[in-house]
């Protein structure tokens, strides 16, 4: 098996009062995804360079003075597409998520099945609850109740397909840059008037019904059922912490062994007047969640994007 040139773009804004733990958890998962491959590169877009050895890391440095700090997570775009016909895989990353080896070669083992039936393979963000040591889902806020059958394997069905980052081969990333989808139009607002900059970045090209908007190149994004469980090499820690310690509305509150119905159903995918109903259910949801002493401020971004 070749070795695999791997593209890895990390934004990364630092502020006066940057926390050392997160700069500690920034420079684990660089060092994490240069362990993927021999050929791993690693591009961080930043506003302040890092002290840096490792010829693997390249830093980007970018002046602020006109953009808010949140376009930074769009910025690595134009030099992704350059780099199109360089690598075999391309990944983006928020800065606090540790991609493993193991969650490495758990998509090398499915992805391809799962393209060729049109699912997206998922992954799960996970969160230590500091109380009881258990782990919590980052971004499911209820249980899943569909499952899909390929070539005789189970896979569950995400009932939230956004885990702060994506991951491609060649052939998919060069199909996404040529879509309306890579170089979105941000004038756009939904029907709660919440731009979500730093989630479409992180979203990729399996969005549904993010900020009402469905990109609809998957059926669905799924992960593989092992012993009637989430396989574990699907789990990536979200190293923050910061919802299973800190709920902010249903985030971070349903654990990972409890994820999963009972009563697991067959998929079907969507139909118009389905995804219309999705699409309410999810904008009152977040419109909801708006922070009231927010709501007069000059900013259309959601009180949680103006934290870390």
């Excluded at 733990?21 to 877009?45: D, E, P, T, Y």
């Excluded at 930074?72 to 780099?83: A, D, H, N, V």
Aim: charged share 30%; net charge positive; with cysteine.
């Amino acid at each position: 098996m070749k070795t695999l040139k791997i593209s890895v773009h990390i934004p990364f804004y630092l502020n006066n009062k940057t926390e050392k733990q997160r700069i500690r958890n920034f420079k684990k998962i660089c060092q994490s995804f240069v362990k993927l491959s021999s050929k791993s590169k690693i591009f961080v877009h930043t506003n302040k360079k890092i002290q840096n050895s490792n010829k693997k890391i390249q830093f980007i440095c970018y002046n602020f003075k006109k953009d808010h700090p949140f376009k930074l997570t769009w910025y690595c775009r134009k030099m992704m597409e350059k780099q199109k016909n360089r690598f075999d895989v391309f990944i983006y990353c928020e800065d606090d998520i540790l991609f493993t080896k193991k969650n490495f070669n758990y998509w090398l083992n499915y992805k391809d099945v799962c393209i060729k039936n049109n699912y997206n393979l998922g992954f799960l963000r996970s969160e230590l609850n500091k109380k009881n040591k258990k782990l919590y889902s980052t971004d499911q806020i209820e249980q899943a109740n569909y499952f899909v059958k390929i070539t005789k394997k189970k896979f569950f069905v995400l009932k939230n397909p956004f885990y702060g980052f994506w991951i491609y081969d060649k052939n998919e990333f060069n199909k996404f840059v040529k879509t309306k989808w890579w170089n979105f139009n941000w004038n756009l607002r939904s029907a709660s008037g919440i731009l979500h900059l730093r989630e479409m970045a992180g979203m990729g090209w399996h969005g549904e019904n993010l900020n009402g908007l469905d990109m609809d190149r998957y059926l669905a994004t799924i992960i593989p059922l092992k012993n009637m469980q989430p396989d574990k090499s699907s789990h990536v820690r979200h190293l923050s912490d910061n919802y299973a310690n800190s709920p902010k509305g249903l985030f971070g509150t349903i654990r990972l062994d409890n994820l999963l119905s009972k009563n697991l159903q067959i998929f079907r995918p969507d139909t118009i007047a389905r995804k219309m109903l999705k699409r309410i259910k999810n904008l009152t949801y977040y419109f909801l969640r708006i922070n009231i002493k927010n709501l007069f401020k000059k900013n259309d971004l959601h009180p949680d994007l103006l934290k870390r």
